[in-house]
C-alpha cells in the first residue's frame, strides 16, 4: 500500500472493520429420545452457567431427526478463552437443567463455537453499526447492521429492509430536488414486537399462567 494513499487506506479500513466487540458463542447440537420442550419457542435458561437458551426445532419439523427422535440445540456465550471449559460448562448445565434424562435419552452430536473469522454475530447484540460507509454508494447489511430491537437471522433480514429504506429515501431526495415533493415510499423495516408481549409470553408459559 503506498504511502499517503486515501483510497488504499478506505478499502483496508472496510476490509478489516472493527470486530473488538463481536459476539462469541458455543452451540450444543443433541439427538434426544424424549421430547424437552413443549413449544416450538425459545427456551431461556435463567439458573445456568453459560446456556443462554435452548430450541427444540423438530417440533416445527420433525423431519430434522429419525422417527421419534427430538433434535435440540442449546445457545451460549463464550466468556473465557479456555474453549474445554466451556464445553464442560454447557454439559453441566444440560445435566442440571434435566437430571437423568440427559443422561439416559440424550446423545451429545457436535459442539461448535463461533469466534475469530466466525463469530456468532460480527458485533455484540445493542451495538449495531449504521447501513452507511464513508464510501459513496457502498452499504452494508448483515448481522452487525440490525435495526434495533432485532437479533439473529430476523435482524439479518431487517437489516436489508433498512437499506431498502435508505435507497428508498434518497431517490426521493433525488426526485424531490428536481421535480418537487414526492409521496414516500412505505418503511420496508416491519417494527419489532412490543417488549410488553416477552412479559406476557413469560407469564403464559407452560407452569405460569395458573
Not at 447492521?145 to 428508498?168: I, R, T
Request: net charge negative.
Amino acid at each position: 500500500m503506498a504511502p499517503g494513499n486515501d483510497e488504499d487506506d478506505t478499502n483496508e479500513q472496510i476490509a478489516i472493520g472493527d470486530y473488538s466487540q463481536e459476539a462469541v458463542g458455543l452451540k450444543v447440537h443433541l439427538l434426544s429420545d424424549v421430547s424437552l420442550i413443549p413449544h416450538k419457542g425459545i427456551m431461556y435458561c435463567l439458573d445456568t452457567k453459560r446456556i443462554a437458551g435452548m430450541v427444540q426445532p423438530t417440533n416445527s419439523d420433525p423431519r430434522l431427526a429419525p422417527p421419534g427422535k427430538h433434535l435440540l440445540i442449546s445457545h451460549q456465550v463464550i466468556q473465557s478463552n479456555d474453549v474445554e471449559e466451556e464445553r464442560e460448562l454447557a454439559l453441566a448445565d444440560l445435566r442440571m437443567m434435566f437430571g437423568e434424562t440427559f443422561e439416559k435419552h440424550c446423545r451429545v452430536l457436535t459442539m461448535s463455537t463461533y469466534r475469530g473469522e466466525w463469530p456468532v454475530n460480527r458485533i455484540a447484540q445493542g451495538a449495531d453499526v449504521t447501513p452507511e460507509t464513508s464510501v459513496q454508494g457502498l452499504y452494508m447489511v448483515g448481522d452487525a447492521v440490525k435495526p434495533s430491537g432485532y437479533l439473529m437471522v430476523e435482524g439479518v433480514a431487517q437489516s436489508v429492509n433498512l437499506f431498502l429504506d435508505l435507497l428508498d429515501s434518497s431517490d426521493d431526495e433525488n426526485v424531490a430536488r428536481h421535480a418537487g415533493p414526492v409521496s414516500r415510499h412505505p418503511r420496508n423495516v416491519t417494527p419489532p414486537p412490543s417488549r410488553f408481549n416477552a412479559i406476557r409470553w413469560l407469564w403464559e408459559a407452560p407452569g405460569n399462567s395458573q
